[in-house]
């Protein structure tokens, strides 16, 4: 992963099972966001590829990869709601834009996405209206309108409170049981990852590749990588500048 000639990641190898709640996780600048807008195809990686069931979505042709990313579901770390719509406007989109169903049609199923998320009743309300929370599984109803079998999200707990944060990890489990559903999840937040998470990947802005690979709640204890255990012991705060003893230059700064 690359921005022109400064290097962000490399020899990034791993495999999401289907039915993981995957986490990347890491530091500030890491690459994070970055690693997920190459895997939903937001822009191609520099170099190498992304398999889905064996198939290159880089590879693929127009229609492939329409094909997949209708299999995707997507929340943004802001919720990417459209502030001049209401939240069944913002939830009908998907099935407006894949679908050839009927207005009834997706009323209904509209209707039923936001029931799910605790939303019932709140179609004709506009983001402005609602609370942060509430925005937040909005979006979540959104990115299920069409039953992914992958949902994505980028720090879906970023500008909560703790409790409404739990509240989120326990709706996103419910989603991805539910629909069968594959999740990955961009997340920083150590209380997120030790409730939801299986499996991850740790990206490390300093050497700039993956130091470990697995489940968290395994990792905390017996990853090999002090800078690993470090960050899901103090509640994902990697700051490999505190500690100069145990690595030789600071980490990279900047969000990507």
Same mark, same amino acid.
């Given at each position: 992963?690359?921005?022109?000639?400064?290097?962000? *990641?490399?020899?990034?190898?791993?495999?999401?099972?289907?039915?993981?709640?995957?986490?990347?996780?890491?530091?500030?600048?890491?690459?994070?966001?970055?690693?997920?807008?190459?895997?939903?195809?937001?822009?191609?990686?520099?170099?190498?590829?992304?398999?889905?069931?064996?198939?290159?979505?880089?590879?693929?042709? +127009?229609?492939?990869?329409?094909?997949?990313?209708?299999?995707?579901?997507?929340?943004?770390?802001?919720?990417?709601?459209?502030?001049?719509?209401?939240?069944?406007?913002?939830?009908?989109?998907?099935? *407006?834009? #894949?679908?050839?169903?009927?207005?009834?049609?997706?009323?209904?199923?509209?209707? #039923?996405?936001?029931?799910?998320?605790?939303?019932?009743?709140?179609?004709?309300?506009?983001?402005?209206?609602?609370?942060?929370?509430?925005?937040?599984?909005?979006?979540?109803?959104?990115?299920? +309108?069409?039953?992914?079998?992958?949902?994505?999200?980028?720090?879906?707990? +970023? /500008?909560?409170?703790?409790?409404?944060?739990?509240?989120?990890?326990?709706?996103?489990?419910?989603?991805?049981?539910?629909?069968?559903?594959?999740?990955?999840?961009?997340?920083?937040?150590?209380?997120?990852?030790?409730?939801? +998470?299986?499996?991850?990947?740790?990206?490390?802005?300093?050497?700039?590749?993956?130091?470990? #690979?697995?489940?968290?709640?395994?990792?905390?204890?017996?990853?090999? *990588?002090?800078?690993?255990?470090?960050?899901?012991?103090? /509640?994902?705060?990697?700051?490999?500048?505190?500690?100069?003893?145990?690595?030789?230059?600071?980490?990279?700064?900047?969000?990507?």
């Amino acid at each position: 992963m690359a921005y022109g000639s400064k290097l962000i *990641q490399d020899k990034l190898t791993f495999d999401i099972n289907r039915g993981d709640v995957f986490v990347i996780m890491g530091g500030s600048g890491c690459g994070k966001s970055t690693l997920l807008k190459h895997m939903i195809g937001q822009f191609p990686p520099a170099k190498g590829d992304i398999l889905y069931d064996g198939q290159s979505f880089q590879n693929a042709n +127009a229609d492939q990869q329409l094909s997949m990313r209708r299999s995707w579901g997507i929340s943004y770390q802001t919720g990417g709601l459209f502030s001049a719509m209401t939240l069944a406007e913002n939830t009908a989109l998907p099935l *407006q834009q #894949y679908t050839a169903l009927s207005a009834a049609e997706i009323a209904e199923i509209v209707a #039923y996405k936001l029931a799910l998320v605790g939303l019932g009743g709140y179609q004709e309300y506009y983001p402005s209206e609602i609370s942060g929370g509430m925005a937040k599984r909005a979006a979540l109803a959104r990115a299920i +309108a069409l039953d992914p079998d992958i949902l994505f999200f980028d720090e879906p707990s +970023a /500008g909560l409170d703790p409790i409404s944060s739990q509240l989120l990890d326990e709706l996103i489990l419910e989603m991805q049981d539910s629909l069968g559903a594959t999740v990955v999840i961009v997340s920083h937040e150590l209380a997120s990852i030790f409730a939801i +998470a299986n499996n991850s990947v740790f990206l490390d802005a300093e050497t700039k590749t993956m130091i470990d #690979y697995g489940d968290p709640k395994i990792l905390v204890e017996h990853s090999e *990588q002090n800078k690993v255990r470090r960050f899901l012991s103090r /509640g994902g705060s990697d700051q490999t500048s505190n500690n100069k003893s145990e690595e030789n230059s600071p980490s990279q700064g900047g969000a990507v």
